[in-house]
């Protein structure tokens, strides 16, 4: 939708494509209902956001946040439009964009610890195993979840779910944080 307002912090106004961290161009994403009609959810979204950058999007549910967010993310393809980090092309996942999703996105088979260590093992793959450790405790203690470090995502609160994926996100040390 157009109707999504991207609010930024007051100190960083427009950046300008410059210093941009990311810049998104002309965004449209189309899904095909069941009778083949189109459905517009995002149509001609342009934004940039700037290094040390933290913008908000505010919209009415429904309205395409987390569709732009997934695009960001690489996990969705836009219809059409372009988005860009540093200057080069998004087109899949990436361990400089990590995604705090709004359904938590935790395997339930793994404990908290395991979840973080997971994607710690993902993105530093010749890091030592002491170092791994020492950044999945840092992390398990940042979001004050020692207590609950061996429990799985079915024994956590909502709020507590939230915060292993902002552990997890943090853990990889993203040069962008997506929180839906
Ligand atoms: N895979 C899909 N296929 C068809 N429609 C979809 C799909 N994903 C999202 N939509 C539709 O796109 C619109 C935007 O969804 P989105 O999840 O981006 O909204 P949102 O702004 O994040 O809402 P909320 O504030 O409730 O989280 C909704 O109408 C939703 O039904
Ligand atoms: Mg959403």
Redesign the pocket.
């Known amino acids: 939708?157009t109707s999504?307002t991207p609010s930024t912090s007051p100190n960083s106004a427009n950046t300008g494509n410059r210093n941009a961290l990311l810049s998104i161009e002309q965004i449209v994403?189309t899904?095909?209902?069941p009778n083949g009609d189109q459905?517009v959810?995002?149509n001609g979204i342009d934004m940039t956001i700037g290094q040390q950058e933290y913008v908000s999007?505010i919209?009415?549910?429904?309205?395409?946040?987390?569709?732009?967010?997934?695009i960001v993310a690489g996990l969705?393809k836009p219809t059409s439009g372009l988005v860009t980090l540093e200057g080069k092309a998004i087109r899949k996942p990436g361990a400089e964009r990590m995604m705090v999703f709004?359904g938590y996105a935790l395997l339930p088979w793994l404990t908290v610890r395991e979840n973080i260590r997971m994607a710690v093992d993902e993105v530093f793959k010749t890091m030592s195993r002491a170092d791994k450790i020492a950044i999945v405790n840092e992390h398990i203690n940042m979001v004050k979840l020692s207590a609950a470090a061996d429990k799985y995502p079915h024994e956590l609160s909502g709020g507590m779910k939230q915060r292993v994926g902002v552990a997890r996100a943090l853990a990889t040390r993203p040069k962008m944080l997506l929180l839906?």
């Open positions: 939708m999504m994403k899904y095909r209902k459905f959810v995002l999007i919209g009415h549910s429904g309205c395409g946040k987390s569709t732009l967010m997934r969705e709004q839906d």
